[in-house]
C-alpha cells in the first residue's frame, strides 16, 4: 500500500521560512513525478511544486517562483519542499501527492498545516 506522510508544517510570522518534508512508503522511483498541493479556507486545491523522480525536473506556481524550492532524496524516498518568505497568502493545508510511473493513479498524502501570520 502507498502512503504519503507530510510533516513539518506549522505557525511562523511573514517572512519566516519552513521545510516540509513527505516521506513515501514505497521507492519514489515508482513514481512519475512527485509534488506538493496547497488548499486554503474557501478555496480550490492549487498546484504549489512537481519534481519529476528521473529527471529531477521541476515546475512551480508563479505565485511561489522564487521563494519555494522542491526537491527530493532518492535514496531517502523523500521529498521535500523548502519555503522562504512566508506570506500570509501561503496558508493553507499541503498535501504532497504521487503520480505513478504509468500515469494511471495519483496517491496523496493527509495534508500538513501551514499558517503564517502577518
Known amino acids: 500500500q502507498v502512503r504519503l506522510v507530510e510533516s513539518g508544517g506549522g505557525l511562523v510570522q511573514t517572512g519566516e521560512s519552513l521545510r516540509l518534508s513527505c516521506a513515501a512508503s514505497?521507492?519514489?522511483?515508482?513514481?512519475?513525478?512527485m509534488g506538493w498541493y496547497r488548499q486554503a479556507p474557501g478555496s480550490q486545491r492549487e498546484l504549489v511544486a512537481t519534481?519529476?523522480?528521473?529527471?529531477?525536473?521541476?515546475t512551480y506556481a508563479d505565485s511561489v517562483k522564487g521563494r519555494f524550492t522542491i526537491s527530493r532524496d532518492n535514496a531517502e524516498n523523500m521529498v521535500y519542499l523548502q519555503m522562504h518568505s512566508l506570506e500570509p497568502e501561503d496558508t493553507a493545508v499541503y498535501y504532497c501527492?504521487?503520480?505513478?510511473?504509468?500515469?494511471?493513479?495519483?496517491?496523496w498524502g493527509q495534508g500538513t498545516q501551514v499558517t503564517v501570520s502577518s
Open positions: 514505497i521507492r519514489i522511483f515508482n513514481f512519475h513525478a
Open positions: 519534481i519529476t523522480i528521473s529527471g529531477g525536473t521541476t
Open positions: 501527492y504521487g503520480e505513478s510511473r504509468s500515469r494511471t493513479n495519483n496517491y
